[in-house]
């Protein structure tokens, strides 16, 4: 086996505020920012995980990867970046470092420890089931390998994707599921007929990636079950709240009317309807069971989302909240396993391998004989 490789997970926290900052006039500000709703976020900037400096993590991602390869998708045409992890153990393991900051906040940087294997694994090795993770917004494949390590150890294969206009997929806009659904709907066909789609299927997704999975449950029934971490319930709302959480200075004088007309512009852009992305109906139609898990202190997206679609969403399913001890739930949630791992877990071992009656009832027994949660060891740079 060859020496472990830290690898820092890879989520950007914050819209490009600084230059954002720097624009003369509201007008300006409200054109770029209208732009940025839907431009692909990896051609307004390089994503964290191709810059140079993290060349060598990259490389040592990609020696992971059971396979790697490009899904033509489309219309609007595009190739996304997929991956494979296939089941095992890979030793992983995490810490979270914290550094001290001159204005008394703490800045956190997740770091990953796992083994590459000597010999790449077969992607087709049998698996208990497939699933799906999706990535959050600004973010790529390689940020949710934490969640794909976890899940090969406990016997299910994982298929990574980079969403279009994210990581080192192509695409000049997005379109918060109205181009996604289908997306996805191209790479399970593709993955199918590789042999990698085996068994039932499963999908795991971080806010803009957990909205876009209930929109994908809610039209391929091939989709079994559904992890929702953090996620909205309708996604013009979900730029709003997302816009006063991240950068309120910004946007702290504009009306509803503003941001109802910057949404309309930024969907004529980009060639799509908001129309097409009701997350509300697709909870409401999937027969696929699913569990929402929300930050108590989540400053971005409010916990309240999560019961708007619990309210909406046909049983079986659960909604679980969770206490992180650092700040805003939402930009740590989804680095973590703990406190959330063992009900994930749970969820698609009794919904994917075990499904039928009492589902509700099982998982709660289960859930509740979880040893007491522990928060990740901290350590000092």
């Not at 964290?48 to 045409?77: C, F, M, S």
């Not at 940087?109 to 077969?122: A, E, G, L, M």
């Not at 990636?209 to 449950?217: D, P, Q």
């Not at 939402?330 to 749970?346: E, K, M, T």
Request: hydrophobic fraction near 40%; include cysteine.
């Amino acid at each position: 086996m060859e020496p472990q490789s830290k690898h820092s997970i890879h989520t950007a926290l914050f819209l490009s505020t600084a230059a954002l900052a720097l624009l003369p006039s509201s007008g300006c500000m409200t054109a770029i920012l209208t732009k940025a709703v839907v431009e692909a976020p990896n051609i307004r900037t390089t994503p964290d995980v191709l810059k140079p400096k993290n060349h060598d993590i990259l490389v040592r991602d990609d020696e992971t990867y059971a396979l790697a390869w490009g899904v033509p998708v489309g219309p609007p045409q595009a190739i996304l970046s997929a991956a494979v992890i296939a089941p095992g153990d890979y030793g992983y393991s995490m810490t979270i470092s914290q550094r001290p900051l001159a204005d008394g906040r703490v800045t956190l940087k997740p770091i990953s420890n796992w083994t590459i294997p000597t010999n790449r694994p077969d992607p087709r090795t049998p698996a208990k089931a497939t699933i799906l993770i999706l990535h959050g917004y600004e973010d790529s494949k390689e940020g949710m390998l934490h969640w794909a390590f976890f899940l090969a150890k406990l016997g299910y294969r994982s298929i990574l994707v980079d969403l279009r206009g994210h990581g080192r997929s192509t695409g000049n806009w997005i379109g918060y599921g109205a181009f996604e659904v289908r997306d996805l709907e191209q790479v399970l066909d593709d993955a199918e007929k590789r042999g990698l789609a085996t068994g039932p299927i499963g999908v795991l997704g971080s806010s803009y990636g957990a909205s876009i999975a209930l929109e994908l449950a809610g039209k391929d029934p091939r989709i079994a079950s559904v992890v929702a971490l953090e996620p909205f319930s309708d996604a013009r709302n979900g730029v709003v709240e997302f816009a006063h959480g991240v950068i309120p200075g910004m946007v702290k004088s504009w009306t509803d009317e503003d941001f109802s007309n910057a949404l309309d512009r930024a969907a004529k852009m980009a060639h799509f309807s908001w129309s097409n992305t009701d997350i509300l109906s697709a909870v409401e139609r999937t027969n696929a069971p699913i569990l929402y898990i929300r930050g108590k202190n989540d400053r971005w997206i409010p916990p309240t989302e999560s019961d708007i679609l619990d309210a909406h969403t046909r049983p079986p399913h659960l909604t679980f909240t969770a206490t992180l001890p650092w700040g805003n739930d939402h930009v740590i949630l989804s680095w973590l396993l703990d406190p959330i791992a063992g009900p994930v877990s749970i969820w698609f071992d009794e919904t994917l391998l075990n499904p039928g009656p009492d589902l509700l009832a099982r998982v709660m027994m289960r859930t509740n004989r979880l040893p007491p949660i522990t928060a990740p060891s901290i350590t000092e740079p």
